[in-house]
Every structure is written in structure tokens, then in C-alpha cells.
């Protein structure tokens, strides 16, 4: 059901008449740390905003339990002991519309060396059109949009017309466990809307995305003997080097993958951490390292999974140095196929329209060759799940921005996408 | 002035008698875990043995403030709050003989993962000629040979000519700053025997070293831009890469340095800990590693440093990859110069001769590429000091052991050095 050019007018007047409240609540969450275990602090600001909205609000744990047999669940690292899910539920008498869930994760990154960023990484500090902060764009701006989105279509005047559900969930960044334990205990929707820091683009596919750590052995030896001993941090860069020829092949595959073929290294083989040796003169022991890799939708990560502990396992046939680091590995965060979104939803046309209607140009199409939630949507629930959101810079990075102006624009095209998925009526 | 045969056999003998009991006291000794920074245990039970038999104990804590500038200090990493240096002197009414000091560290380096380890690690365990352990080579066994030595010379009825210092110093493996310290405090002696595990040869000379601490940067990006970032653990990598060249061309100048030449790596850069970024899906920002390098007997510490330091800084010319990676550097422990005994000092004279009697054979001379603190008496104090000790495998490593009956030989020639360098007479 298209949206007249006065409920139109309504709603997006709405936005940019409380956009400076909405970069208030941003603040205000973002100056809330929610490093990954941490995040019960935001979750208990998005709990009462959405209790102040009317909304049915449940909150609850994750029970790794109950959710570890689950095919949308992942390796945690990072307990749940202190922490929660959120959801607010909007449900109309009757429906006529089509259901909706608008996603978005609060857990953030960690900061990297503080002293290098410009202003403080949880200061929240607004510089023009910009605001710096660690989550600013990953992902606390889109979480703002989902919910004055909502606030705008009703303060134009309109109630929704099919069930909505608003997920604030927890642990993204490490395995995606808190959008899996949402699919876990039963939400469903016609679709899902995600404003992850897409530049405006809708990512219409990601890469499916294992994490791994890997401990390599060493021979210890004295420094006078150096020659009786083979060090655990050399050898973690033998690993690392011969992992390098994994990605390159994986990277080749790219050909055969539509959308990924122009992008220059969709594997994305990042060593995350590493920590090796306890004593400046002694040759180290045992060397460990974190990283993640990417592959292909429609690959299974079980498979992904074998071949990659297939080639670790080979890696003293490459070089013989390697036949002692032993290599031992362990499967820590995301284990996820990636997705594609078929071109032509009703979804997808529908962005398309509020998008147009919002910033006056077509949507484009990106891949994220990252870990998404919307993967989790995608393969294990079969619902169309559409990634967009605003304009950011250095997301993981010194320095973290979100553009605000580009957060007007997607909340208002997330609140026309919301008032024609969901239908709308007045008051 | 030569033992007679008489005495010689009465001092062995005496070993002997004593020797289960030096057993005990080693296994005592080796159980008091004491890492760098925890002495204070073990430090406890030396005291109490050098109180019973009959030493004037002095303990004392090292004052950094005090000690800072001397140039026998070396950059202290981990503080000396808890801990404390030992020494018990005997000094005879008058003075005939040649004055002594027996130098021992008790400072031990990490074990490494303990599960490698065949018995725990400070279990101390016997197995036939072998005692098992941190710290068992390196070196209590050696601290407890020069103990037992002197009581093997009482308990054959003799007293010291001259005066005796059994040192009992703390943090050897990172600094040298024990010894350092009991300098600064104006221990001196006609000669220094210190039994590290040298395998019953002679050091006659060691390198000098220098321990750094390098943290190098990256430039942060989220994997969907890989080509956005640089990884800080890459730029640790091609550090340590290009920092290689500088071991080998260290290691070149072994030819003009006799001895040294016949070392395959007296330089032997270890890299001995790395630690670097803090989340397995983002680039690493910051990677600091840690390491030594070692030069030759002559060369002034500070010029190497200088060295060191202008390769690090001219890394960016020679991979434009690193040009970003900013490495900064601190000195952290050892910044030492190496030394060389002269052949033909009476010191060494004396031991050989007590070598040849307990041994049977001559005694060998050989290089440690490593800091010792025989180092310091020698540069700072002009006094001959000598490094020898028992046979031991694995220091530094895992499954650390020391040879019972090599022990037994060393606390031997011990004795008799210690008795013929001070001279005796009858109690």
C-alpha cells in the first residue's frame, strides 16, 4: 500500500523535528561502554526508552544451554552472565499489514589505544555533522533510527498496522548469539531491517565468516644455545604465512560468485590478536592467535570449517620447520554461512521507494564481506532481511564517526519503509 | 699456597659425607618458586641456612632511587618491593690469604606451560642422577655448591685465611641489578666464583647485551575494507624481519672477535614475547614485542643502543609498509657490556688445578653468548671473576635438570678453589 504524499510529508517532518533528541539518546547510549559482556548498562537506557514508548518490552538472558544446539549459534568466548537481550513489541488488534522486525546490536568493539583517537572513544563528542565515538556507527546511530522511525510515524499521526517487534540485542561482534537467541525463542517476522553502517547502500550479501584461535608450540632453549631451540613466535609466523596461501585460494574462488568477483580479497583472512612468549630471554613456548575468515554464500561452514583444519594440519608438509608447532585450534565466535538476497523482494522495492522518496537517488547494492545478523534471518528463519543504514567512518577503527545528517536521511527511509511494510492507519 | 693431599682428600671426603643433605637442601630451594619479583621464599631459607651455620648476615632491599646511577644498573621492569638481596660473610681476625666472594642468583625464569612438563615444575623431583626443575641448573643447584662447599672445608677441621662473601642476589634473568646492587653496596674481593650451569667448563667471556621492549602500530579498518588498514602484528612481523638483517650483520663481526668465532649466532636476536591487538575481527592497532640482542666483549652498551636504535628508525626505507608503523622503543633490563678473563690469571690458574683433582681432566674454557653477572665484577670492578658450574639441560626450557653427580664434582672443586684461594689452617 503506497503512502500518500501527505503521510509522507507527515512522518519525515516528524523525524527532523525530533532528530535533535534522537542525537541526544545517541549520546547518550553511546557514552554507555557496551564492550562485548558489558552491555547491561545500554540495554537498561533501551529498556526504559522503549517502556516510555508504549511498547511491550521483554528482556532476557541468553542460555547458552538451551541455545548451543541451534544452527544460528556460535563458539562463545565472553560469558552472559551480566547481561541481556531487549525486545518491545508493538502488536495491533487486528493486522492487515505485513510484520516487521527492526534489529539492532549494542555490543561495541574495544577502543585500541585511547590516547589516539581525537576526542575520548566514549565521550560522544559532536564536531559538526559528525559524532565520534566507539558504536557510534557500529551500531548505536541505527539503533536510534529504528526507534524514532517508529516515534516519527506516530507523532504524524499513524499507528502501525502488523506486528512489530524492536530487538536490541547483545554479542554481534563476537559469534551473533544474541540475534540467534531471538530466533531461538520463536521472533519471526515478514521481514527484517537492520541499519548496520552501510553508507546508505543496501548490502544485499556477506560472506558466511568462521572465527578461530590457534596455539602453536615451540622447543624452548636457552639464548646460548640458540640452535636447540625453534621459537613459538617464529613458528605462529610460519602458520600465519602458510595460512596466507588458504585465504589467496579461497580469494581465486571469488570468480565463481557473483558481487564478489569485484571485490579484492572477500576472504579476509585478519589475525586479530596474537600473544607469545612470558620472558624477553627465553625462547617462547607457545604462541596464540585470533583471527577470522571469510568465504561464499551457499558455502557450509562445516565445510569451510574441515578444510581450514585440513590445511593447518598440512603445514609440515610445507615446511618442515612446523612439524613440532603443533598446531592446536579451537573454533571461538561466528561459525555462519553468509547470505545473498535475491534481487526483486517486495522488500528490497520497497527500500528502494522510501530511499528514493528520502534522498532523491536509486539504491544501490553492496556486499559486506563481514559477519551479519541479518545472515542468521536469512539462512535459519527464510525471512528477505535488508542491511542499511547510515554513513560512517573508521568503524573498528581510532576515530569512529557516524554522519548525522545521514542518519536523518535513514531514519526518515526507515520510518516510510516501516508505515508501507508494516501499513499504516490514523490514530 | 697448594693444599696437601691430605686436605684435599679431607675436603672431598667431606662432600661426600654432606652430600644427601645438599640434595635435600637443593629440592628445599627449587620448591620455593621464586620468579622474578617472588625471591622473598626462597631468599628466607638462605638466610636462615646462612645464620645457622654461624655467617654475619646482612639483607637488603635494592633502592632503584639509590641505585639508578650506577653504571652496573640495568633498566628494572618489574619492581623490588617484596624481595630482598642476602649476603653472610665470614672474615678471619687477620688476613693471610686472598679475599672471595660466591656469587649465586635465585631468580628463575617462567616454566612455560607446566602440562609439558614430565614432573611439575617446582616439584623437584630425583630420578636417578638427576634432579628435576625451574631453577634446579639455573641455578640453585650452583647457590647450593657454593654453601656446601665452604661447609665441607669446616667440617674437615679448617678455617678461611681470608674473607669470604656467599652471595645470594635476586633478578639475574632480567636485569643484573642483584649483583648490581651488592656492588653498589662496595662488595668487592680479590676474585668471584659464580657456579652457573656451564656444564664444569670455564667462562671465560660472555656478549653483552641489550633488552628491548618495541611497540608498533597499525592503522585500524573493519575486514569489509581490508585495504583500508594495516595490521599492527604484520608490522610487528616485518619488524622482527628487517631487525634480522641488523642479527646478521652483528653476527659478521664475529670474525674479529676471537672465540665469538666460532659461535654460529653470538648476536642470536630472541624475540622473546609478543602481544598485539584485542579483537579477533578487527585490524590490530598496536603490537609491542619484546627481545634481546647480544654484541661483544669491547663494545660500549650504549653504542649498540645507538645502533639498534637508528635501525629501527630506518625501517620505513627499507619497507615503505612500515613507514606508518611508528615503532617506539624502550630499554627494558639488560644493557650490559660482555666481558673477557685474560688467560693466565691466578684465579683461573687455581681453578683448573682443582678442576684436574676432583675431575681428572683439564679444564675447558668456553663462551656464553649471554648476559652473566660475572659481567659486572669484571667491567665494573676490574676483579677476575669466575663462571663455573655444574651440567644441567633445558634451562630456560621445559624439563629443566641438574646432574646430581656433576654437582657433587662441582661443589668439590669448589671447596678446594675456595680453600686454596683463601687460604687455610686448622681450626
Known amino acids: 500500500m503506497p503512502l500518500s504524499q501527505d503521510a509522507i510529508a507527515a512522518i519525515t517532518a516528524a523525524v527532523d523535528a525530533q532528530f535533535e533528541d534522537q542525537v541526544d539518546f545517541l549520546q547518550d547510549i553511546v557514552r554507555a561502554p557496551s564492550l562485548r559482556g558489558e552491555e547491561a548498562g545500554v540495554q537498561g537506557i533501551v529498556e526504559k526508552a522503549l517502556k516510555g514508548r508504549g511498547y511491550d518490552v521483554e528482556t532476557y538472558p541468553l542460555d547458552v544451554a538451551v541455545l548451543k544446539d541451534h544452527p544460528a549459534y556460535s563458539p562463545a568466548t565472553i560469558d552472559y552472565a551480566d547481561t541481556f537481550n531487549v525486545a518491545g513489541r508493538k502488536t495491533p488488534a487486528t493486522s492487515s499489514g505485513r510484520s516487521l522486525i527492526l534489529n539492532a546490536h549494542v555490543d561495541v568493539v574495544p577502543t585500541a589505544n585511547p590516547d589516539f583517537w581525537t576526542h575520548p572513544p566514549f565521550s560522544a563528542t559532536r564536531v559538526g555533522d559528525w559524532l565520534y565515538g566507539r558504536g557510534a556507527g557500529d551500531m548505536k546511530a541505527g539503533l536510534t533510527a529504528n526507534l524514532f522511525a517508529v516515534d516519527a510515524i506516530e507523532a504524524a499521526g499513524f499507528r502501525l498496522q502488523a506486528p512489530l517487534e524492536v530487538q536490541s540485542v547483545i ?172 534481487e526483486g523482494t517486495d522488500a528490497e522495492k520497497l527500500l528502494a521507494a522510501a530511499h528514493g522518496a528520502v534522498a532523491g537517488t536509486s539504491l544501490q547494492r553492496s556486499i559486506m564481506a563481514c559477519y551479519l545478523d541479518a545472515a542468521l534471518y536469512m539462512n535459519h528463519c527464510g525471512i528477505p532481511s535488508l542491511t542499511y543504514g547510515p554513513l560512517s567512518k573508521n568503524i573498528h577503527g581510532i576515530d569512529e564517526c557516524v554522519s548525522l545528517p545521514s542518519l536523518k536521511r535513514v531514519t526518515k527511509t526507515i520510518a516510510l519503509f516501516t508505515a508501507g511494510w508494516c501499513g499504516i492507519a490514523p490514530e
Request: aromatic share 8%; charged share 25%; net charge negative.
Open 171 to 342: 554479542d554481534e561482534e563476537v559469534t551473533g548469539n544474541g540475534t540467534a537467541a531471538a530466533i531461538q525463542r520463536g521472533a519471526r517476522a515478514d521481514a527484517v531491517l537492520i541499519p548496520e553502517p552501510t553508507d546508505e547502500e543496501l548490502t544485499y550479501a556477506n560472506s558466511g565468516v568462521i572465527k578461530f584461535r590457534i596455539t602453536v608450540q615451540g622447543v624452548p632453549a636457552h639464548p646460548r644455545e640458540p640452535d636447540s631451540g625453534l621459537s613459538a613466535i617464529e613458528a605462529a609466523f610460519l602458520v600465519i604465512k602458510e595460512l596466507r596461501g588458504l585465504e589467496a585460494r579461497w580469494n581465486a574462488e571469488r570468480l565463481d560468485h557473483a558481487g564478489f568477483d569485484k571485490l579484492s580479497n572477500p576472504a579476509s583472512m585478519n589475525i586479530g590478536t596474537i600473544s607469545g612468549g612470558e620472558w624477553q630471554s627465553s625462547i617462547p613456548f607457545e604462541c596464540t592467535f585470533e583471527g577470522r575468515i571469510g568465504f561464499y554464500p551457499g558455502d557450509r561452514p562445516e565445510d569451510r570449517m574441515a578444510a581450514f583444519e585440513q590445511a593447518l594440519n598440512g603445514l609440515g608438509s610445507l615446511d618442515p620447520r612446523l612439524e613440532k608447532a603443533n598446531p592446536r585450534l579451537e573454533w571461538t565466535g561466528t561459525c555462519q554461512a553468509g547470505y545473498r538476497l535475491a
